[in-house]
């Protein structure tokens, strides 16, 4: 398996652009992660999904940011608009339910 | 609410010193633990989980019920142990709960 794979590596958008990360997970595995990395926050858990419904969504920060999860697959965590304070490194991580993997990031900059 | 705790924020060492990073974590139930490494621009990589009690490039980690820690240690550090340490907790339903991490700084 290559492991947790997301898209794009790098965003570079302007300031109230939409953005559209992406990730897809470990096969069968049946929990999906998304986390924000700053240098001022640490990592931050946005959304979770097990078994592609959303569980906990209490650190999305705004109704800016949403995520879907439509099948095992694949997993989309959208931003709009987006703005400067949105930059960040969005890492996704898939799991069985104890520990979990990550994926190499999104580095999203947002002008 | 479960709360994982790492003090030190950064720790600069001497190779070749014993290093220990420090990871307190909230009290419910017995939670599954684990120490997580990014290095440098990098993703995070599990690096140990206590249930394994393994050693894992020259780093273990005892799990303290009594005190509630996880350390993670290292007899004697290396240039290329220099990364992010994250301390992470299992929560009651399968999310992962993470520290706020300690920058690992060994200096030749």
């Known amino acids: 398996d290559a492991g947790v794979i997301q898209s794009p590596r790098h965003e570079v958008t302007e300031m109230g652009q939409e953005v559209t990360l992406r990730c897809k997970p470990i096969?069968?595995?049946?929990?999906l992660f998304w986390y924000r990395q700053t240098m001022m926050r640490g990592l931050e858990l946005l959304i979770y999904?097990?078994?592609?419904?959303?569980?906990?969504d209490s650190g999305m920060p705004e109704d800016r940011f949403s995520a879907k999860m439509p099948n095992a697959s694949f997993s989309t965590l959208k931003i709009q608009p987006s703005e400067p304070r949105d930059s960040a490194v969005y890492f996704c991580?898939?799991?069985?339910?104890?520990?979990?993997?990550f994926g190499q990031g999104t580095r999203l900059t947002v002008v | 609410a479960q709360r994982v705790t790492q003090p030190e924020k950064l720790l600069s060492v001497f190779k070749g010193a014993p290093v220990e990073l420090k990871c307190n974590y909230s009290?419910?139930?017995?939670?599954?633990l684990f120490w997580y490494v990014q290095y440098s621009r990098q993703r995070l990589q599990l690096l140990l989980r206590?249930?394994s009690r393994e050693s894992i490039k020259g780093f273990t980690a005892d799990l303290n019920k009594g005190e509630t820690s996880f350390h993670l240690k290292k007899p004697f550090a290396q240039e290329e142990d220099s990364a992010m340490y994250y301390c992470?907790?299992?929560?009651?339903?399968?999310?992962?709960?993470f520290g706020k991490g300690t920058k690992l700084s060994v200096k030749p």
């Open positions: 992470a907790r299992g929560g009651s339903q399968g999310n992962l709960i």
């Open positions: 999904f097990n078994n592609n419904v959303p569980i906990d």
């Open positions: 096969s069968g595995h049946d929990y």
């Open positions: 009290y419910s139930g017995s939670p599954e």
């Open positions: 206590h249930i």
């Open positions: 991580a898939s799991s069985l339910g104890s520990g979990a993997f």
